[in-house]
């Protein structure tokens, strides 16, 4: 059980909305974007699987970006370019211009059917953030309404499960961390990371999977679950 709860974040990617498909949405419009600026020959065999070995080779490299996809995507266009005989400048404007395409698609989210709902509902009774490794940005969307403030990893040196976005929430609410209610979907990035932070960690399971080594304080199969708590 949870008590004396006097603030609440959330996590947003598969927590507030299903995201593989936003993402896959958001390659989409960004290919096609990119094939009506670049050459074509330099377009030609742009696919997913190709982008993501370049990806793969980026993250592995460049281990100090990796835990920011924003950064992480706009360097594997800029090499993408480069390595189809771009200039270093041309390169690096290709790859703003997709980056911008793909952020903007990003944003537009289908949310979970009792995300706004419950959302409204909580946020008369708490004030509420989020916290997300992705680059999401709830602000930019009309959930937004219902959050005092959003943090995204790409402006932090560390993403979840480490504690600093988490203690920046606590900071920003003025709260002891144990009044506050982390909810989120990854048991490793949410529960774990908010406990360390030594906040309340409530677990929203909507794959039905099962935890074998992680205990939430609360285990919940739908966003709505949480009035039952709050
Ligand atoms: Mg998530």
């Not at 598969?14 to 995201?19: A, D, K, Q, S, V």
């Not at 937004?144 to 988490?166: C, I, N, T, V, W």
Request: hydrophobic share 45%.
């Amino acid at each position: 059980m949870i008590r004396d709860i006097r603030a609440l974040t959330f996590d947003l990617d598969n927590t507030l909305w299903e995201t593989d498909i936003s993402i896959l949405n958001a390659e989409a419009v960004m290919a096609s974007h990119l094939r009506n600026l670049a050459p074509e020959a330099w377009m030609a065999d742009f696919t997913l699987e190709n982008f993501r070995k370049i990806r793969a080779l980026v993250e592995t490299n460049h281990s100090e970006i990796s835990h920011n996809f924003s950064a992480v995507r706009r360097k594997t266009l800029a090499l993408w370019f480069q390595s189809k005989g771009a200039k270093v400048s041309q390169s690096e404007d290709l790859a703003d211009e997709g980056f911008r395409a793909f952020y903007r698609e990003r944003q537009n989210v289908t949310p979970y059917a009792d995300a706004e709902s419950t959302l409204e509902a909580l946020a008369r009774k708490y004030p509420i953030g989020a916290i997300t490794n992705g680059n999401a940005d709830v602000m930019e969307m009309s959930l937004g309404r219902f959050f005092q403030f959003s943090l995204q990893a790409q402006e932090f040196p560390k993403a979840k499960p480490h504690p600093m976005m988490f203690k920046e929430a606590l900071t920003r609410f003025a709260i002891e961390p144990h009044h506050c209610l982390h909810i989120g979907d990854n048991l490793e990035h949410d529960i774990v990371g908010a406990q360390a932070a030594g906040m309340k960690a409530a677990w929203i399971n909507t794959r039905q999977h099962s935890a074998a080594h992680v205990i939430a304080d609360i285990t919940i199969e739908s966003l709505r679950d949480l009035l039952k708590y709050l």
